[in-house]
């Protein structure tokens, strides 16, 4: 008893540890951007104004920018952090709406989705290990510091704050408490629409939990009962299927899943009832916002997700692994693999921001690689395959049911995006890595080390490699 105190309280000094210097150094990278960036600068020339005609006590729908396409979520949990300053130091209204007070909000975020990354590995992940609070550190650090989430901690943008509303309200699902939840949920919608998918997402999570109970149930049943088991390449298939129909015609188990769901539930309506009433998702300027079935944006998730957890996803014994099952069962790969050229031949879009704005590294991918050799997208095909499988294959350890709530979400959040932005994979990606089994310390150490080189070559070109457009005198720079 007294040894597992000691554990928990060495657990928390090393957390303690963890968030300290993960703060300081924002904080010092802060100055840096603040010095550097004196102007609002991308899409904080929509965000940062609206922000502060909010912090002036202006929310007319008059004053609203027509070019935002967010909801007001972080204009307003700004008001509510940065005013009190006003009240309680008695700084001047120019001061706590400036520039650098509105940023310092998302350094804020970054310092709670810390936290809250620390909570869900200790709720998702068995801590019946001895290394487990090591690797749970490891992992939450590992994390924060993603880089495309760590960068945008520091500009004026909604993803620090939508990854803190939806984080909270996963764990606010795995502990029961699906009113709250729902609530948090509705925040992170304010953030960013397409969050109302994680909701979904979370009452998923319920239902994927009930019905691994039930099925487990209905598997031991049937060994008591010695049942013949089907022989046959789909027999568990047609044996789940049976499952869920059953499961799913049973008024009680229906009525128990509406009991449990209802919260989210409601919040799915309401927002059914905004894009009724809004005429879509998106509000402001939709122009540049279609949706559309871009299926190969699932295929970048899959290579974005491959590239940033190689260490947990690519190794030679995985290769080899991939290649035996692709050989065994070869007809089933040939199909895959003919679907996928397939959705990449008749479904790839090109936004036209990705092609206009070379500030982003996305330009860069596109331009040079994918557009000067029209040949490469197919190439690369058989890449995504074994990423997807990778990535299905690490989450092995979670039910079935979770896997196709987690992989249905996933899609609803990826496909009907037209634009290639890695930003919009950072929710996915986060949710995916939480859930796999905590890897090994060694693994987590040079990941992280993979990190810290990536973030700092980030930041190091963000900071120091400006340029100027040849029809503007101001300063650009390259970022995510």
């Given at each position: 008893?007294?040894?597992?105190?000691?554990?928990?309280?060495?657990?928390?000094?090393?957390?303690?540890?963890?968030?300290?210097?993960?703060?300081?150094?924002?904080?010092?990278?802060?100055?840096?951007?603040?010095?550097?960036?004196?102007?609002?600068?991308?899409?904080?020339?929509?965000?940062?104004?609206?922000?502060?005609?909010?912090?002036?006590?202006?929310?007319?729908?008059?004053?609203?920018?027509?070019?935002?396409?967010?909801?007001?979520?972080?204009?307003?949990?700004?008001?509510?952090?940065?005013?009190?300053?006003?009240?309680?130091?008695?700084?001047?209204?120019?001061?706590?709406?400036?520039?650098?007070?509105?940023?310092?909000?998302?350094?804020?975020?970054?310092?709670?989705?810390?936290?809250?990354?620390?909570?869900?590995?200790?709720?998702?992940?068995?801590?019946?290990?001895?290394?487990?609070?090591?690797?749970?550190?490891?992992?939450?650090?590992?994390?924060?510091?993603?880089?495309?989430?760590?960068?945008?901690?520091?500009?004026?943008?909604?993803?620090?704050?939508?990854?803190?509303?939806?984080?909270?309200?996963?764990?606010?699902?795995?502990?029961?408490?699906?009113?709250?939840?729902?609530?948090?949920?509705?925040?992170?919608?304010?953030?960013?629409?397409?969050?109302?998918?994680?909701?979904?997402?979370?009452?998923?999570?319920?239902i994927a939990q009930k019905l691994t109970e039930a099925w487990k149930t209905e598997l031991q049943k049937k060994r008591e009962e010695r049942q013949p088991s089907i022989k046959g390449p789909l027999s568990e298939f047609r044996k789940l299927l049976q499952f869920l129909l059953a499961y799913s015609t049973s008024f009680k188990n229906l009525s128990m899943l509406v009991l449990l769901t209802w919260p989210y539930i409601l919040l799915v309506l309401a927002f059914c009832a905004f894009v009724v009433v809004n005429g879509g998702i998106v509000i402001g300027d939709r122009s540049s916002h279609e949706t559309c079935?871009?299926?190969?944006?699932?295929?970048?998730?899959?290579?974005?997700?491959?590239?940033?957890?190689?260490?947990?996803?690519?190794?030679?014994?995985?290769?080899?692994?991939?290649?035996?099952?692709?050989?065994?069962?070869?007809?089933?790969?040939?199909?895959?693999?003919?679907?996928?050229?397939?959705?990449?031949?008749?479904?790839?879009?090109?936004?036209?921001?990705?092609?206009?704005?070379?500030?982003?590294?996305?330009?860069?991918?596109?331009?040079?690689?994918?557009?000067?050799?029209?040949?490469?997208?197919?190439?690369?095909?058989?890449?995504?395959?074994?990423?997807?499988?990778?990535?299905?294959?690490?989450?092995?350890?979670?039910?079935?049911?979770?896997?196709?709530?987690?992989?249905?979400?996933?899609?609803?959040?990826?496909?009907?995006?037209?634009?290639?932005?890695?930003?919009?994979?950072?929710?996915?990606?986060?949710?995916?890595?939480?859930?796999?089994?905590?890897?090994?310390?060694?693994?987590?150490?040079?990941?992280?080390?993979?990190?810290?080189?990536?973030?700092?070559?980030?930041?190091?070109?963000?900071?120091?490699?400006?340029?100027?457009?040849?029809?503007?005198?101001?300063?650009?720079?390259?970022?995510?």
């Amino acid at each position: 008893m007294a040894v597992g105190a000691g554990v928990a309280q060495l657990e928390g000094y090393y957390f303690s540890a963890a968030l300290s210097c993960t703060f300081l150094v924002s904080c010092l990278l802060f100055s840096a951007f603040s010095r550097a960036l004196r102007e609002p600068y991308m899409d904080e020339i929509f965000h940062l104004p609206q922000a502060q005609r909010y912090c002036e006590g202006h929310f007319s729908l008059s004053q609203w920018d027509p070019m935002i396409t967010t909801l007001p979520g972080l204009y307003l949990v700004s008001v509510g952090v940065v005013k009190p300053a006003h009240w309680i130091f008695g700084w001047s209204e120019h001061v706590v709406c400036s520039i650098g007070m509105l940023r310092f909000v998302n350094l804020l975020f970054s310092v709670g989705n810390f936290y809250l990354l620390y909570l869900l590995f200790r709720k998702v992940q068995p801590r019946n290990k001895a290394a487990s609070s090591i690797q749970r550190i490891l992992s939450t650090l590992t994390l924060a510091v993603f880089p495309t989430l760590y960068f945008f901690n520091f500009l004026y943008y909604t993803e620090a704050g939508s990854l803190f509303f939806t984080l909270f309200a996963y764990l606010m699902s795995l502990y029961g408490n699906h009113k709250t939840s729902a609530l948090l949920g509705f925040c992170g919608f304010m953030f960013r629409q397409t969050n109302i998918i994680w909701t979904v997402f979370c009452a998923g999570h319920v239902i994927a939990q009930k019905l691994t109970e039930a099925w487990k149930t209905e598997l031991q049943k049937k060994r008591e009962e010695r049942q013949p088991s089907i022989k046959g390449p789909l027999s568990e298939f047609r044996k789940l299927l049976q499952f869920l129909l059953a499961y799913s015609t049973s008024f009680k188990n229906l009525s128990m899943l509406v009991l449990l769901t209802w919260p989210y539930i409601l919040l799915v309506l309401a927002f059914c009832a905004f894009v009724v009433v809004n005429g879509g998702i998106v509000i402001g300027d939709r122009s540049s916002h279609e949706t559309c079935l871009h299926f190969p944006q699932l295929f970048y998730f899959f290579s974005f997700t491959l590239f940033f957890s190689f260490p947990h996803l690519l190794s030679l014994s995985k290769i080899k692994t991939f290649l035996c099952l692709v050989w065994k069962r070869r007809i089933q790969f040939f199909i895959i693999t003919l679907v996928s050229l397939f959705l990449v031949w008749k479904f790839t879009y090109t936004h036209k921001y990705l092609l206009a704005d070379n500030r982003h590294y996305t330009f860069y991918v596109w331009k040079r690689i994918f557009q000067k050799y029209e040949i490469v997208k197919y190439l690369v095909v058989p890449v995504y395959i074994f990423a997807g499988w990778s990535i299905a294959d690490s989450l092995k350890s979670k039910s079935i049911f979770w896997n196709v709530m987690f992989f249905i979400c996933l899609c609803m959040v990826t496909i009907p995006q037209k634009l290639l932005e890695f930003r919009y994979f950072i929710l996915p990606y986060i949710i995916y890595r939480l859930n796999i089994p905590l890897p090994p310390t060694s693994r987590l150490v040079y990941e992280l080390g993979c990190y810290a080189v990536v973030n700092f070559l980030t930041f190091y070109v963000f900071l120091n490699k400006t340029f100027q457009w040849p029809n503007s005198h101001d300063i650009q720079r390259f970022m995510w």
